[in-house]
Every structure is written in C-alpha cells, then in structure tokens.
C-alpha cells in the first residue's frame, strides 16, 4: 500500500509476516527494496507479524491521530500458529530487536508478556533466542 501524505511524502506500508524475520532472501530482498524505496523518495514503513494496527501503533507508525481503531487481535505472538524468535535467523533477530526498542513501551509490555506466557507453557529455549532474551530481560 503506498499513500502520499499532505506535504506530498510518498509512505509504502508492508504487513511483514514471519518469512522477513527466518528467510534470509526475504531479508535481502527487504532491505533491496528499503534502499530503492529511499532513493526515490518513497518512506517504508514495515508493521511486523506480532503488533496489530491500534489507535496508538498508527500514532506511532503514521503520526496519525485523532482515528480510533478498535483492536479485537492483541499484540504478541497470540496465535498459535505463529512463527516465535526462536526461529528467527541472525538477522531476523537483530531486526526484531531494533524494532521493539522503538514501539511504545505499552506495545513492548504486551509482546514481552505474549514471549513469557508461550516460554511458560513451551519452555524458554524453544521460544526466545538468547539475544532477544536478554533484550526483554527474560531469564
């Protein structure tokens, strides 16, 4: 989806499903298209698998306010058919990382306690990479 803002910014929006995080040509092939994307003047913004669009995810994606979005899905890794960290390949795991640190700390609370409740019933190492785990804090 590409929408041109007023001051006429182009900004493309890609829904990333777990393939961007385990899939190294997935991962290239993002990045590719990020710098191209850039080159001609086109802003991507990139909404991850595990955080849903919310009044507050679209403030923080879009510097959109004034929308309510009723959210009927919550952030994390809910569904259990989704891909966890564990999973991720190196860069997968750095790109979760540098993403979290930026969503707001209430979006982070949540996806941290989706990773806690999944490690309680799965066990820790079949849930989060060291690196993310560290991360969150989790031991």
């Not at 507050?56 to 569904?79: A, C, M, S, W």
């Not at 860069?91 to 309680?120: A, C, H, M, W």
């Not at 993310?132 to 031991?139: N, V």
Request: with cysteine.
């Amino acid at each position: 989806m590409v929408i041109e803002d007023t001051h006429q910014m182009k900004i493309a929006t890609e829904f990333d499903g777990d393939k961007h995080y385990c899939d190294i040509r997935t991962i290239k092939r993002d990045n590719d298209k990020d710098l191209l994307a850039k080159r001609i003047g086109i802003k991507v913004v990139r909404i991850p698998y595990w955080v849903q669009l919310t009044t507050e995810t679209l403030q923080y994606f879009f510097n959109i306010r004034g929308i309510e979005v009723k959210q009927d899905f919550p952030h994390g890794f809910i569904d259990k058919k989704a891909v966890l960290p564990a999973s991720y390949c190196e860069l997968g795991i750095e790109r979760f990382i540098y993403e979290f640190r930026r969503l707001p700390k209430n979006v982070q609370d949540r996806i941290t306690k989706s990773l806690k409740d999944s490690s309680e019933k799965n066990g820790i190492e079949y849930v989060v990479p060291r690196l993310i785990k560290e991360e969150l804090g989790m031991s």
